[in-house]
């Protein structure tokens, strides 16, 4: 990775109360703030977060559809989390989210043919009865903590997807939580940001290890049996290869689908959004979008330039890393008019949410299904919602989200 020691012309160094690797920036500060101005740039910028390791930041639309589209000159083998920055992923070339094309696209062929819609449309009913059971205390007359069952959600949909034991999902929701929020005091287990992590994962492969020892006898039509009888190359699938993306399905589950409703619920309770909605259904599918792309619970993407290039008037050598922001591109204004309003009715609404290109994310048909029978099942059996208390935010520099959203409702009729 080249080393940037100083400015490259043209090129601002944002360091300080600037820096945009830490996880308190998203918690309680105002990343888009920073991103606005690096918008207004015509070149990128280069953070250097030590003495051997930087990335460049890429904060528009055009440039991050371009770096994800295009795997042959940015590649995420190496790694796509900041967390991860100047090492390279054990996990690269096993797992989807770090396996580039033409691999990943074998590897992802029978995963996506099960995750398509016409696959989760079967799957209607159980998504509306575990929703709904999730949802249920809202009206009881107590407060409600609305982020937390929403960080529970993915898990019993997924869950039961995957075939995972229901005694199992609060503890593995949990570590996933863990996973994409070490430095989240709440989260912190083990006493240390290192030792938490380490332990979630620890855990995590432990698990889905035995469970894919057992499941090899015992297969039937989960997501771990279709990774199970997943042929490429020649073979099927080695059990490390398994596990790895079990656990990079349940964590792509556990960003995305939580984060929408929660900064729906979070920032415009107080507004005529949520009453907006609930009159007018109809706009349940452009709504939804527009919650991903307010959200954009993934916060950033990681990638490393495999040869020169040239972005936004910016010369990346071959090797340099390259962080593509998705909440900062899901506000560019030059692809979405009045990029700083919550429109319902937004149409067209491409946002990156879930990725772009090779990488988009698998699981998106099963994210989308759950948020319009979530936004259908809360706003048909509740109203007059209000705040309860503050909102709290996951520190995390990765996902972008709300872990607390206290709140109370009446029931309807």
Sequence with gaps: MTVHDAPVPGCPVHAGDTDLVDPHLYSDGDAHAIWRELRAQDTLSWSQVDDERGFWSVVHFTETDHVLRNTSLFTSERG???????????????????????????????????????????????????????????????????????????MSVTGTMMGLPPEDWSWLSRLTTICIAADDPEYQDEGSRAATLHMAHRELFAYFQDLVRFRRDHTGDDLISVLINTRFEGRHMSSSEIVSNCYSLLLGANVTTPHAPNFVMAEFIDSDVLPQWAADPEVGATAVEEALRWASPVNHMLRYATQDVEVRNTRIAAGDA????????????????????????????????????????????????????????????????????????????????????????????
């Design 80 to 154: 796509t989390m900041l967390e991860l920055l100047g090492m390279d992923d054990p996990a690269g070339g096993q797992q989807l989210a770090v396996t580039d094309p033409p691999r990943h696209t074998i590897m992802q062929a029978r995963l996506k043919k099960a995750l398509a819609v016409q696959a989760v449309d079967r799957q209607r009913d159980m998504i509306r009865s575990l929703v709904g059971d999730l949802i249920s205390p809202i009206g009881d007359g107590g407060v409600f903590d609305f982020g937390q069952a929403m960080l529970a959600m993915p």
């Design 322 to 413: 390259v962080v593509v922001w998705l909440g900062a591109a899901n506000r560019d204004e030059s692809e979405f008019p009045d990029s700083e309003t919550f429109d319902l009715r937004r149409k067209p609404n491409k946002h990156l949410a879930f990725g772009i290109g090779p990488h988009y994310c698998v699981g998106h048909s099963v994210a989308r299904v759950t948020l319009r029978i979530l936004f259908e099942e809360l706003l048909g059996r509740y109203q007059d919602f209000e705040a309860a208390g503050t909102p709290e935010r996951l520190v995390s520099n990765f996902v972008s989200g709300y872990k607390h959203v206290p709140i109370t409702a009446k029931r309807r009729g």
